[in-house]
């Protein structure tokens, strides 16, 4: 089963503009972590919220976790054009060795 | 900041042939895993490895793969004979500690190219 779908799969906006996108899934997990990735790089983890959280805030960054809808979001306040990247969720399981399991991601473009 | 490295940045071989991708952990990492991405899907879970042993794989990690820490710092990811859908991204990630509650720190990243 596919675990971790993010919507929208696009988001196109402004600067100085929020975007928001969602990530669901479908088991129970004990994490969901959000990733970001440059065209072409590595993934660099943004923030990581635990199943008994259900808000975190980093900088301009602010997840929701609703593991009753096995849900979250991403909302990133103020966007620059610098945050245009591709973002995934990733979520984690107790009955695994920390392996993770993506999403597909929303690709995001910030424009001037 | 000290950061996981992967060579090569970009590998291209024959089908059928040998590859090895490497990668240098953070030094006082423990865990250490392999994922890969095909070109504009989702990053996909490959293996993990702790203490000289796989811990978990996905079915991806079929007869073709293998990983180990030869030295006690690089770890490698050898596919013995690739096919053309072996085509990817390929990242290693590490861990402090195993597990649930903390983030992986990815590498860059190997684009191996198969033809």
């Known amino acids: 089963s596919q675990q971790g779908e993010e919507d929208p799969q696009a988001l196109s906006i402004q600067e100085g503009e929020n975007a928001t996108m969602n990530c669901s899934y479908k088991?129970?997990?004990?994490?969901l972590q959000w990733y970001r990735q440059n065209s072409g790089r590595g993934l660099v983890h943004l923030i990581l919220?635990?199943?008994?959280?259900r808000e975190k805030h980093s900088g301009r960054l602010r997840v929701t976790l609703d593991t009753s809808k096995k849900s979250s979001s991403l909302l990133i306040t103020a966007s620059r054009a610098a945050d245009t990247a591709s973002y995934f969720c990733?979520?984690?399981?107790?009955?695994?060795?920390?392996?993770?399991?993506f999403g597909a991601g929303t690709q995001v473009v910030v424009t001037p | 900041e000290p950061e996981v490295t992967q060579t090569p940045s970009h590998q291209v071989t024959q089908m059928g042939q040998e590859v090895i991708l490497r990668c240098v952990p953070i030094?006082?990492?423990?865990?250490f895993y392999w994922y890969r991405q095909i070109l504009g899907q989702k990053v996909e879970f490959l293996v993990s490895?702790?203490?000289?042993?796989?811990?978990?794989k996905s079915e991806i990690f079929d007869d073709q793969f293998s990983v180990e820490r030869p030295d006690g710092s690089n770890f490698t990811l050898k596919i013995r004979s690739t096919k053309l859908e072996d085509s990817a991204m390929y990242f290693c990630?590490?861990?402090?500690?195993?597990?649930?509650?903390?983030?992986?720190?990815f590498g860059p990243g190997t684009r191996l190219t198969v033809l």
């Open positions: 919220i635990r199943s008994n959280e």
């Open positions: 990733a979520t984690g399981t107790t009955d695994s060795w920390g392996k993770l399991q």
């Open positions: 990630a590490t861990n402090r500690i195993a597990g649930v509650y903390n983030e992986q720190f």
């Open positions: 490895f702790y203490n000289n042993e796989i811990s978990e």
């Open positions: 088991t129970s997990i004990n994490n």
């Open positions: 030094s006082n990492h423990l865990y």
